[in-house]
Every structure is written in C-alpha cells, then in structure tokens.
T-cell receptor, first 117, second 114 residues
Framework: AQKITQTQPGMFVQEKEAVTLDCTYDTSDPSYGLFWYKQPSSGEMIFLIYQGSYDQQNATEGRYSLNFQKARKSANLVISASQLGDSAMYFCAMRVSITGTASKLTFGTGTRLQVTL | DTAVSQTPKYLVTQMGNDKSIKCEQNLGHDTMYWYKQDSKKFLKIMFSYNNKELIINETVPNRFSPKSPDKAHLNLHINSLELGDSAVYFC?????????????FGDGTRLSIL
C-alpha cells in the first residue's frame, strides 16, 4: 500500500529564512509522482511543485525546491526566503497509477507552517 | 475564468436531509475526483471518473453517489446526511495521460450537519 508520512505537525520559521518540510513515502510502484500543495487559511489547495520518480534533477519552482532522495524515499520541500504569506498548511502527496487511465493522490497529514517577523 | 468551480461554497443542513454539490472544470481534463477533508485536515480520495466512467470508488458509504453527465462535470449527491459527513469536500481534475501535471482543485465545499 502507498503511504505518505509528514512527521512535523507544525513548524515555525522567521521571515527571510529558509525552511525544510519533511516528507517520506512508501510504494512498491517503480513509477510515481510526488507533489506538494499549499492550503492557506482561506481553504483552497494550491499546487506548488512536482517531482517524477525518474527525474534525475531536483525540481525547482521559484522559491520552492524539492530535495528528492530516492534511496531514502524522501521528498522534502525547501522554501527559501520565507514570507509572511507562506504561512499555511503544506501537504505532500504521491500519485500512483492504478490502471492505464486511473491514478490517485495519497496525501500526508500536512505540516502547518507559521512565518514570524 | 475559474478552472475548477464547485457550488455551493458552504452548505449547512440538518441530519437526514439529502444534498448535492456540483463541480465543473473548464481545463479540458478527462478525469475528475472527489476528495473529503476531515476536521483534522486529512484529505482522502472518494471517487474518480475518467471520461464519465467511474474508475475509483474508495470505501465510501452507499449514501454518497457521484454522477458525471459529461467529462467536464462531476456532481456529488449525499442521501440521509449524518453528523460524520461534516467536512470539506474538494473536487479536482487532471489529464490522465499527463502524469507530471498536477490535479487542479476547486475551492472546496464546507458541509456542516446540524
């Protein structure tokens, strides 16, 4: 069975500092995708970054980067130069194929990030 | 120009009632999903449709019935609402062949059962 683990229920970071949010996963499927989503207090789910299981390079999107360590089955999100607007819940998710057309996202329990002045 | 829109945003109703949540996407995706987010913020897939065909049906009570009239719409009907159904329900869509593309989520429907 596929599983995503986020061990940090809450994190604090000072404005302008970098922060790493941990994510480990478990799957026997050789082909999978890892996603990070942000959920601010307003409730919507915002896609941040994607890493494919066969990607050789770590994904980056602006201030977001993904530290992908395949052997350790970890996909940590790094946010550089934190801003007050980064305060939110962050979810790690894994997509695994079920059939040729069917796949599903399995989510971790989330990490609540609070950016302080 | 909202990509995935769901209505209503808030739904407050009494136990035992029947209610529906509607979802529409204008992204041209062929796959749509319903997720439930509980009070602890845990998100879990409920259903998925690909080109109007049900392809994922997690262990969800029979009181929940999804309906997809076309690939741009996926509605969720809930019969005999119970207190435990209180949650935020998210609709999402994606393109089945574009594995690297994310699922796009609607803004959620907060369902509160009195």
């Amino acid at each position: 069975a596929q599983k995503i683990t986020q061990t940090q229920p809450g994190m604090f970071v000072q404005e302008k500092e970098a922060v790493t949010l941990d994510c480990t996963y478990d799957t026997s499927d050789p082909s999978y995708g890892l996603f990070w989503y942000k959920q601010p207090s307003s409730g919507e789910m915002i896609f941040l970054i994607y890493q494919g299981s066969y990607d050789q390079q770590n994904a980056t999107e602006g201030r977001y980067s993904l530290n992908f360590q395949k052997a350790r089955k970890s996909a940590n999100l790094v946010i550089s130069a934190s801003q007050l607007g980064d305060s939110a819940m962050y979810f790690c998710a894994m997509r695994v194929s079920i059939t040729g057309t069917a796949s599903k996202l399995t989510f971790g329990t989330g990490t609540r990030l609070q950016v302080t002045l | 120009d909202t990509a995935v829109s769901q209505t209503p945003k808030y739904l407050v109703t009494q136990m035992g009632n029947d209610k529906s949540i509607k979802c529409e996407q204008n992204l041209g995706h062929d796959t749509m999903y319903w997720y439930k987010q509980d009070s602890k913020k845990f998100l879990k897939i409920m259903f998925s449709y690909n080109n109007k065909e049900l392809i994922i049906n997690e262990t969800v009570p029979n009181r929940f019935s999804p309906k997809s009239p076309d690939k741009a719409h996926l509605n969720l009907h809930i019969n005999s609402l119970e207190l435990g159904d209180s949650a935020v329900y998210f609709c999402a869509s994606s393109q089945s062949r574009a594995r690297e593309q994310p699922q796009h989520f609607g803004d959620g429907t907060r369902l509160s059962i009195l």
